[in-house]
């Protein structure tokens, strides 16, 4: 019982603190917007060059789309099913939040130069599955450290399994960087034709 009432307690002090963090981050970002399970804040690239697949190179300075899951919604579906049914409704919630994306860039001024959508997950085995992101790891130095040990933190917190879960696979715990170009994203989730 003890273990319940810690992990509630544990996982009620972190989503307060995850609230007043993304107050905060508002500030790097002159447009936030939510869309389903997904929120996308816009911001200038200022990491390393990123080459995609399809030819598009995204330098410092690019406008980009970081996504962000709503833990807040994640919780409630780890609560109301457990983190099987949890990671499958949060695939589902992805592919759609994605598909509003995509018809947003193309019908939202203020998305209008956004090159891609970038993200940085631990979960890219399970949840991200059929999504069409790239994956391109993290360099090594300070961003990865902060990274990992920001998500890890955050599994910790909200998985049933917390910190076990985490000593269980430590190695492929590992953050990697998901990119949607903006045609990409178009080419998956534009709507069909008639």
Not at 64 to 73: I, S
Not at 130 to 152: D, N, V
Request: aromatic residues 6%; hydrophobic residues 40%.
């Amino acid at each position: 019982m003890w273990a319940g009432t810690r992990k509630t307690i544990i996982r009620s002090l972190w989503m307060t603190w995850e609230k007043g963090f993304g107050y905060a981050l508002r500030w790097r970002s002159p447009c936030t917007l939510q869309y389903g399970i997904c929120k996308l804040m816009l911001k200038r690239h200022s990491g390393d060059r990123i080459e995609c697949q399809d030819g598009t190179r995204i330098r410092s300075g690019d406008w980009v789309g970081e996504l962000h899951l709503d833990n807040g919604k994640v919780l409630q579906l780890l609560q109301s099913g457990g983190s099987d049914r949890a990671a499958l409704h949060v695939a589902r919630m992805a592919r759609d939040s994605l598909r509003q994306i995509s018809d947003a860039l193309e019908t939202k001024p203020e998305l209008s130069q956004v090159k891609a959508l970038i993200g940085v997950t631990l979960l890219h085995r399970g949840i991200t599955h059929g999504l069409g992101f790239e994956r391109h790891p993290l360099r090594p130095g300070a961003f990865r450290r902060l990274s990992t040990s920001y998500l890890r933190l955050l599994l910790s917190a909200m998985h049933p399994d917390g910190t076990r879960r985490i000593g269980l696979r430590k190695e492929q715990l590992v953050p990697i960087m998901l990119v949607h170009t903006r045609a990409s994203l178009k080419e998956r989730f534009a709507p069909a034709p008639g």
